[in-house]
């Protein structure tokens, strides 16, 4: 895959541009357009994105949180089939400029033969910008055409970043993933913690996150996979405060990795979320957590 850090400057191309937050199955259907028109015309398809997300940058959205980070989407992208990525980055200058001149830079850098856009596409200082600024310059200037992807449809459910990030904000793990097309997942790193699953006989790997905004799932259990040196294990992820053991309120990301017994201190893993268990839960002592957390790997086994 190639990744430019910047708009370049093309004698002629065929791009699509989004946010792309989740690479759900609605961008998808957009950037799966693009790559066929691409092809039609013997034109290698570019996808434009953001770098970082436009709304980590703007002020009004502190507690905005992300599905992918750009590592996470640019794999994601790749394993769709995309070899050429622009990442725009954003930053407050970007931010200040005009729907119109956001698309005069476009055009005069990429010279596009055609531009695949998403039905409810909006860009530009206060969103002002749509499928319509860019109409506004089919011209002579610039000669190309406007595809227009229509909205893609899964029974009744919406599919939007903002309807998943809801659904993995309430532990809704399944619908979450119907919407993505695929598990969702965190990437990090394993790193020491204070090593109490040890002495009850599931041994964990604390998984912190790579990106502070990355979003989190809710206090629980969950059947997971994980990614780790190239192989993937089915285990039990906990994702609290280990109430049993503990009075913290940090939140820990605990994996027990099932029929493994490796080192992987300062690996780095990517964990898939395939189902939630149960809730967090307070037991009496740590026998009675020991007993439920083998009926929890029983049952992730089992499935």
Excluded at 143 to 157: M, P, R
Excluded at 226 to 241: C, D, N, P, R, W
Excluded at 275 to 299: G, T
Aim: proline share 3%.
């Amino acid at each position: 895959m190639q990744i430019y850090d910047n708009i370049p400057d093309l004698h002629q191309s065929v791009f699509t541009i989004g946010s792309f937050d989740g690479l759900h199955i609605g961008h998808r259907h957009l950037i799966y357009q693009t790559l066929d028109i691409g092809k039609s015309l013997g034109i290698e398809p570019l996808v434009l994105t953001f770098e970082p997300h436009p709304r980590l940058v703007l002020q009004s959205n502190k507690d905005f949180q992300i599905i992918n980070t750009t590592k996470e989407k640019l794999k994601l992208l790749e394993d769709i089939g995309v070899e050429h990525v622009v990442l725009i980055p954003f930053d407050a200058n970007l931010s200040n400029l005009s729907a119109d001149e956001f698309v005069l830079e476009l055009l005069k850098k990429l010279k596009p033969k055609v531009v695949v856009l998403g039905y409810d596409h909006k860009f530009g200082k206060d969103r002002k910008g749509s499928i319509e600024t860019f109409e506004n310059y089919q011209s002579s200037s610039f000669d190309f055409k406007i595809t227009q992807v229509d909205e893609l449809e899964l029974g009744n459910k919406k599919i939007s970043s903002t309807e998943i990030r809801q659904n993995l904000r309430a532990g809704a793990i399944k619908e979450a993933n119907d919407l993505l097309g695929y598990h969702y997942h965190i990437s990090g790193t394993v790193i020491r913690g204070k090593q109490l699953g040890r002495t009850i006989g599931f041994p964990t790997a604390n998984i912190q996150i790579d990106h502070p905004r990355k979003i989190c799932l809710p206090n629980g259990v969950y059947k997971t996979e994980i990614i780790v040196k190239e192989k993937k294990y089915l285990a039990a992820t906990s994702i609290g405060t280990n109430p049993t053991i503990s009075h913290e309120s940090q939140i820990h990301i605990e994996t027990y990795i099932i029929d493994f017994d490796i080192d992987v201190y300062g690996e780095n893993v990517q964990l898939f979320f395939l189902e939630k268990v149960r809730d967090e839960k307070k037991f009496e002592n740590l026998e009675a957590l020991k007993l439920q957390i083998s009926k929890d790997v029983m049952l992730i086994s089992a499935n």
